[in-house]
């Protein structure tokens, strides 16, 4: 079975601390609040604990995966893992703290199996079609943070 990989790595600076933004980010079960609804973002699994927590994403158009948290860097790191099915590899978000700013970025590695993919990685970019829906994505947490009624000084 054929196999493509596909690799891309999204970032934005948001004006809000790492000990703002990661609440945000790490509250995994908030993530169907926030996240566009074309991904399909449904919590599979928590007990409570970020680590292990299990997301199934059902893109619009696309296959249904699972990523599940595997490693955690309290308060810069959250790797999470694809697995299983037609996708395998990771995410991984990262906070940089910029004084009283955040670069928050999102890093895949993933080797996608199959035939469909194949033939439409040939014909897509395939990491542009990721890449657009994590904008979505950095686009919304700047949003919710901005609209956090606890922050001060957002923007200046």
Not at 11 to 33: F, K, N
Not at 59 to 86: D, K, L, N, Q, W
Not at 116 to 122: F, M, S, T
Not at 132 to 155: A, C, F, I, W, Y
Request: with cysteine; proline share 6%; hydrophobic share 40%.
């Amino acid at each position: 079975m054929p196999s493509t990989p596909i690799q891309a790595t999204d970032e934005i600076t948001i004006h809000a601390t790492v000990s703002e933004v990661w609440p945000v980010l790490a509250d995994v079960a908030g993530y169907p609040r926030w996240w566009p609804r074309s991904l399909g973002v449904r919590v599979a699994s928590t007990g409570g604990e970020l680590l292990g927590t299990e997301v199934e994403m059902r893109p619009s158009g696309g296959r249904s995966f699972v990523c599940r948290v595997e490693a955690v860097e309290v308060p810069t790191r959250i790797r999470m893992r694809y697995g299983g099915g037609f996708i395998d590899g990771f995410g991984e978000w990262r906070l940089e703290p910029l004084g009283a700013q955040t670069r928050v970025s999102y890093q895949l590695e993933v080797e996608a199996h199959g035939w469909l993919v194949y033939c439409l990685g040939k014909v897509m970019n395939l990491a542009g079609v990721h890449s657009r829906s994590m904008r979505e994505v950095l686009k919304n947490l700047k949003h919710v943070l901005d609209q956090n009624p606890r922050r001060t000084n957002v923007g200046q």
